[in-house]
């Protein structure tokens, strides 16, 4: 067993404290990975507090991850000691189901769906993984993304969740050069939608109950903002989206943004994991609208909006910390008062470990 140190949550009422695990030995199709960054996700705040009443404990979050490779399995063959790697919300799926053999391993329907990086368990022991906000993470090469070498490794963290969860379903949904794209939010999955339906060629409008996150949108690339309060505005945009992203991690009403879609056109959510409020059947109906979701994106997936951003020139724009500030990052989460991705740099965590 491979020594760890992390930061973890007792239950869910206890901040993150230093904890110390084991992680398995390696397979031989595995990949150890000295774990440099780690970006701090809402859903990190939820899971640690159970707010989905699913948490196993200790939690130990973390599922936007890059680190180099310290040492691989004898089967690996795509990475060696020394390479920039990521890992993002999946570690395991069946492998053989429909959405596996296509790639999607992010809808495995096997009989354990796929496995979460951290507060999932491990096949076939049950036992609970742990992220990384952590020094190691020992994870199969299936599951290990390649950071390309143009993107600053702390700043590729959180393309591998807020990232790869926006362009999953701006690519499913066929968002393309010209079209009128909504983003609903401005957080972390938002600011990400943003830069990269721009990048796409959309026109990209932020929906947002901030007017101070007005300046923030443009300087994203955004061509309008929308404050949701002002009723007139709002009127102003209906039936004139082909597509909106709806960001928001809490249960909301989203039956104005059904009105802002065009004819054919869908709303694709991918925050909520609680149930809405009522729909408004009619309006969808009356404009053959869809109300949509997606989860994450698949690996082939998470690969490809790395390399795209790379291509793109795309950052996630981010506030590194230290491992002892996540418990202050956690709250100044759930105040949104982070523009807009917190990244831990773990060299902090190895720090404190060795003053101890
Ligand atoms: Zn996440
Ligand atoms: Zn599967």
Redesign the pocket.
């Known amino acids: 067993m491979i020594k760890s140190i992390g930061y973890a949550a007792k239950n869910q009422f206890s901040s993150l404290h230093s904890f110390e695990f084991e992680r398995r030995d390696p397979n031989p199709d595995d990949v150890v990975i000295d774990v440099l960054f780690c970006g701090v996700c809402h859903s990190d705040v939820h899971q640690v507090k159970n707010e989905w009443a699913n948490t196993v404990y200790p939690c130990l979050p973390g599922h936007e991850i890059v680190g180099r490779v310290f040492s691989v399995g004898e089967k690996v063959t795509r990475y060696r000691h020394g390479d920039m790697v990521g890992v993002g919300c999946m570690v395991d799926?069946?492998?053989?189901?429909e959405?596996?053999q296509e790639g999607l391993?992010n809808y495995?329907?096997?009989k354990h769906?796929?496995t979460a990086t951290y507060n999932g368990p491990m096949k076939p022991d049950g036992t609970n993984t742990y992220g990384g906000y952590s020094n190691y993470i020992v994870v199969k090469e299936h599951f290990v993304l390649s950071i390309p070498d143009a993107l600053e490794p702390a700043a590729a963290a959180p393309i591998l969740c807020a990232g790869v969860t926006t362009y999953s379903p701006l690519k499913h949904w066929k968002v393309s050069p010209g079209q009128k794209v909504g983003v609903v939010g401005l957080g972390g999955l938002g600011h990400m939608a943003v830069k990269l339906a721009v990048a796409m060629g959309a026109y990209v409008t932020v929906f947002t109950t901030h007017k101070e996150k007005e300046d923030d949108a443009f300087a994203l690339g955004a061509s309008g903002v929308i404050i949701e309060s002002d009723k007139a505005a709002m009127a102003s945009q209906e039936r004139s989206f082909d597509f909106i992203l709806d960001t928001i991690p809490q249960k909301h009403d989203v039956n104005p943004f059904i009105l802002c879609l065009k004819r054919d056109a869908t709303l694709c959510l991918v925050g909520p994991l609680e149930p809405l409020a009522p729909i408004n059947n009619q309006q969808v109906a009356m404009g053959r609208r869809c109300v949509a979701g997606s989860v994450i994106g698949g690996i082939s997936e998470t690969q490809e909006v790395l390399n795209f951003c790379a291509e793109h020139s795309i950052a996630p724009n981010i506030e590194i910390i230290g491992i002892g500030g996540v418990n202050d990052a956690f709250k100044r989460i759930e105040k949104e008062d982070v523009r807009f991705r917190f990244v831990i740099d773990m060299q902090t965590l190895k720090a404190e470990a060795a003053t101890n």
């Open positions: 799926s069946c492998g053989v189901c959405s596996c391993e495995c329907s096997g769906g796929w």
